[in-house]
């Protein structure tokens, strides 16, 4: 696939495994059976999604029980909003100001606090812990952000919780204290194990590991009871009916497994490109400024940077047009005229915002390319 080379948005989407769609494609045609169905067709079926579900599972250090299947990151990450909060309905959610639209949104619906990011886009976990209310049930914290690649400190979170936990237990309060975190853009590149995360609920997506769009899963540490998210035939531990879409399974399966194996080995390759990129283009444009934090804080295929004066879409659209795709910020809302929620969080100003670009690297980012995108840049921006 030599033609993705110049591709640099794998934040919104990454290209389709081969060995994903070849895994799919059985489940499209010979073996469609409802895997809830009795006869042999449908039982080797439902052996099969507890094949998939085990492979997931184990991934993550977690029991295959506490793996839900969704419909891709977005309706996970309602799911353990909506699934903690609507069960305890006078509960309290605790949340930072860099969240995907994903958390940001349904929190609404909820009694809530909204705790600021540092200027490189990291959250303190003092500041977690003064947000947290006897009422707070759930805090949700994104492991790694989409838009500027910043890590956040998940495990001082969780112990921060731990204590509280210990805390409330010693004064009779027997409210629980769960933690969430949205991982989506952190499967190709972090620990994804959730016993040393301390997370409760974690969120991870098959569009962003190679895998099928609109596929996912949330994990759900046991003991947990969440409120079904959508009612029906009972299906995914009663939490999400509906038949479950097996094919996607599949390629998502596969694509997470083959993430968990190159998960090193990319993480350093890409965390040199990015750097190599960095200093390019600082040096051709010293009056570029990258967002976000520097070295191990960021994920290692993300560069957030603003050419000040430079109007983005602009931007990427000359980018478009000589054969680099890049983005303005996340996907999601790219259709929006207002700035981007994570860059007013950091301080930038709506002007700095429009004059800011993401890139992002990925399986097929080479050297050469890298090298040629930012020399494509830095011709735009002196025309400019």
């Given at each position: 696939?030599a033609?993705?080379s110049?591709?640099?948005?794998?934040?919104?989407?990454?290209?389709?495994?081969p060995?994903a769609?070849?895994?799919?494609?059985?489940?499209?045609?010979?073996?469609?059976?409802n895997?809830?169905?009795?006869?042999?067709?449908?039982?080797a079926?439902q052996?099969?999604?507890?094949?998939?579900?085990?492979?997931?599972?184990?991934?993550?250090?977690?029991?295959?029980?506490?793996?839900?299947?969704?419909?891709?990151?977005?309706?996970?990450?309602?799911?353990?909003?909506?699934?903690?909060?609507?069960?305890?309905?006078?509960?309290?959610?605790?949340?930072?100001?860099?969240?995907?639209?994903?958390?940001?949104?349904?929190?609404?619906?909820?009694?809530?606090?909204?705790?600021?990011?540092?200027?490189?886009?990291?959250?303190?976990?003092?500041?977690?812990?003064?947000?947290?209310?006897?009422q707070t049930?759930?805090?949700?914290?994104?492991?790694?952000?989409?838009?500027?690649?910043?890590?956040?400190?998940?495990?001082?979170?969780?112990?921060?919780?731990?204590?509280?936990?210990?805390?409330r237990?010693?004064?009779?309060?027997?409210?629980?204290?769960?933690?969430?975190?949205?991982?989506?853009?952190?499967?190709n590149?972090?620990?994804?194990?959730?016993?040393?995360?301390?997370?409760?609920?974690l969120?991870?997506?098959?569009g962003?590991?190679?895998?099928?769009?609109?596929?996912?899963?949330?994990?759900?540490?046991?003991?947990?009871?969440?409120?079904?998210?959508i009612?029906?035939?009972?299906?995914?531990?009663n939490?999400?009916?509906?038949?479950?879409?097996?094919?996607?399974?599949?390629?998502?399966?596969?694509?997470?497994?083959?993430?968990?194996?190159?998960?090193?080995?990319?993480?350093?390759?890409?965390?040199?490109?990015?750097?190599?990129l960095?200093?390019?283009?600082?040096?051709?444009?010293?009056?570029?400024?990258?967002?976000?934090?520097?070295?191990?804080?960021?994920?290692?295929?993300?560069?957030?940077?603003?050419?000040?004066?430079?109007?983005?879409?602009?931007?990427?659209?000359?980018?478009?047009?000589?054969?680099?795709q890049?983005?303005?910020?996340?996907?999601?809302s790219?259709?929006?005229?207002?700035?981007?929620?994570?860059?007013?969080?950091?301080?930038?100003?709506?002007?700095?915002?429009?004059?800011?670009?993401?890139?992002?690297?990925?399986?097929?980012?080479?050297?050469?390319?890298?090298?040629?995108?930012?020399?494509?840049?830095?011709?735009?921006?002196?025309?400019?």
């Amino acid at each position: 696939m030599a033609e993705l080379s110049n591709y640099f948005d794998y934040a919104a989407a990454t290209p389709m495994l081969p060995e994903a769609l070849a895994a799919m494609q059985p489940f499209f045609a010979d073996s469609f059976y409802n895997p809830s169905a009795l006869y042999l067709g449908a039982r080797a079926n439902q052996q099969q999604l507890a094949a998939f579900r085990q492979q997931i599972a184990s991934s993550l250090g977690a029991r295959p029980t506490e793996l839900v299947f969704t419909a891709g990151g977005t309706e996970a990450n309602n799911m353990a909003v909506h699934g903690i909060l609507d069960t305890f309905t006078d509960g309290h959610i605790v949340t930072t100001a860099i969240e995907h639209d994903s958390i940001l949104e349904p929190v609404k619906r909820h009694a809530h606090t909204i705790v600021a990011v540092d200027e490189r886009g990291i959250v303190s976990d003092m500041a977690i812990k003064n947000a947290i209310t006897k009422q707070t049930v759930l805090v949700s914290v994104m492991y790694a952000n989409n838009e500027v690649g910043s890590i956040q400190p998940i495990r001082e979170i969780a112990a921060q919780l731990a204590a509280i936990r210990k805390e409330r237990r010693a004064e009779g309060n027997n409210r629980p204290l769960y933690l969430h975190t949205d991982a989506c853009q952190a499967g190709n590149y972090l620990d994804m194990q959730v016993a040393r995360l301390g997370v409760d609920l974690l969120t991870i997506n098959a569009g962003k590991v190679y895998g099928p769009k609109q596929t996912g899963a949330l994990f759900v540490r046991a003991g947990i009871v969440i409120s079904p998210f959508i009612r029906g035939g009972g299906q995914e531990w009663n939490v999400r009916s509906g038949t479950e879409n097996l094919a996607n399974i599949a390629g998502f399966a596969t694509a997470w497994q083959k993430a968990c194996e190159l998960h090193h080995d990319e993480a350093l390759r890409l965390g040199a490109l990015r750097d190599m990129l960095i200093d390019t283009i600082e040096s051709l444009i010293p009056s570029a400024t990258i967002n976000g934090p520097r070295g191990n804080r960021r994920l290692a295929n993300n560069i957030h940077i603003t050419f000040q004066g430079i109007d983005n879409e602009r931007l990427l659209m000359e980018l478009d047009e000589r054969g680099f795709q890049v983005a303005t910020g996340s996907a999601c809302s790219a259709s929006s005229d207002e700035p981007s929620h994570v860059l007013t969080a950091l301080g930038l100003s709506d002007e700095q915002a429009r004059s800011s670009i993401r890139i992002t690297l990925g399986r097929y980012s080479t050297e050469s390319s890298v090298d040629e995108l930012a020399k494509t840049i830095a011709k735009i921006v002196a025309l400019s």
